[in-house]
């Protein structure tokens, strides 16, 4: 099945060269819904008489309403968009699904026909009518897929943007960025343009980023579950009174630190049993998170599996704490934490 890169699939799209299928998914489902929106973008500005020859269908939609508006002809243009978003393939009926392939393998000239994945997981490993929708699709049009970013990627891809808006961004001050708001790129394409409203143009400093761009939930808390397994307590409350001066709910704070904690008790294990901080990969879902388990090998070193094990009982407790006691979130939080300090500074035995 040939699937196009991200790349490849822009070039297509400026020349004017898509083929009458397009089919958009994959991780990065901010990116599939950027491209779609720039496809019916360039059809409202191209196409004629876009309220007749634009016609936009979702998930609900009947497979036959989707078939005759692919197969009308557009009026007084020479091709109309149909747009089909989030459409449950893996769920249709034998008949629905032969419907579908008859309809992928019979579109007009006269019409673009635009799938597109963004709310909806696309597994065409384990999934077979997945697999057949995607290969099929790649036969007669262009299948575009939209991988997690890592690491190096969302740093170049945050300095693409910059340079878009007139604005100079360093590799290093752009991981700076990832490291304070994490890796969704609707945070980030949020962070940058924030950042090139400040700035105007030319380059963007460090300053500027301490300045604006402020950590995520997510962020802020494993800066606290690294504060924790090192048993600084200092640290460890003040990130803790910056996360409720942010207003964050006590109980996603929880969850967030407890899923910490979970990566450093798996990946210690793994090192215990002589494979390395990528072994759990192997079992858990990491794809595109790789940077989570080199995170917990180095949170956790001098940890052993036993305090490891005692601290995922005390956060388990302080969950069910939360959700059955009229004690305040805050004082539950403190007490936890306090707990938990007394184990990773090794005054409690594993």
């Not at 779609?36 to 979702?58: M, S, T």
């Not at 747009?83 to 309809?103: G, N």
């Not at 170049?156 to 878009?164: D, F, I």
């Amino acid at each position: 099945m040939p699937v196009l890169t991200e790349e490849e699939f822009r070039k297509k799209r400026t020349a004017g060269t898509l083929p009458g299928l397009v089919v958009l998914y994959g991780e990065e489902s901010y990116l599939v819904l950027r491209a779609a929106r720039k496809i019916v973008a360039d059809a409202e500005k191209n196409i004629p008489f876009p309220d007749f020859n634009l016609q936009r269908f979702d998930g609900d939609s009947s497979l036959d309403d989707i078939l005759t508006a692919v197969e009308a002809l557009p009026f007084m243009a020479e091709q109309k968009l149909v747009t089909v978003r989030d459409y449950p393939v893996d769920a249709l009926s034998p008949s629905d699904t032969e419907q579908l392939k008859e309809l992928i393998g019979n579109i007009p000239e006269s019409t673009l026909c635009l799938f597109s994945f963004s709310s909806v997981a696309v597994d065409a490993k384990k999934n077979s009518k997945w697999r057949s929708f995607l290969q099929l699709a790649g036969k007669h049009g262009s299948v575009v897929e939209y991988p997690r970013r890592t690491g190096p990627e969302l740093e170049k891809w945050l300095c693409a943007e910059a340079a878009r808006r007139q604005c100079e961004l360093s590799r290093r001050d752009a991981a700076e960025i990832t490291a304070r708001s994490g890796s969704d790129l609707q945070t980030l394409e949020n962070e940058i343009q924030k950042l090139c409203a400040f700035v105007g143009q030319g380059p963007i400093t460090r300053e500027h980023i301490e300045k604006i761009v402020s950590r995520n939930l997510e962020t802020t808390v494993f800066m606290l579950s690294n504060a924790l397994a090192a048993g600084n307590y200092d640290r460890s409350f003040l990130l803790l009174d910056q996360l409720f001066y942010q207003n964050e709910d006590p109980i996603s704070v929880l969850a967030v630190l407890s899923s910490a904690f979970v990566d450093m008790y798996r990946v210690q294990v793994a090192l215990q049993d002589g494979g390395t901080y990528r072994t759990p990969g192997e079992w858990f879902d990491y794809k595109g998170r790789d940077f989570r388990l080199r995170n917990a090998q180095r949170d956790g070193h001098g940890l052993s599996a036993g305090q490891l094990r005692r601290v995922l009982g005390i956060l388990l407790e302080t969950d069910a704490k939360m959700k059955s006691s009229r004690t305040q979130n805050r004082i539950l939080l403190e007490e936890m934490m306090t707990k938990l300090l007394l184990i990773t500074k090794g005054r409690q035995e594993a």
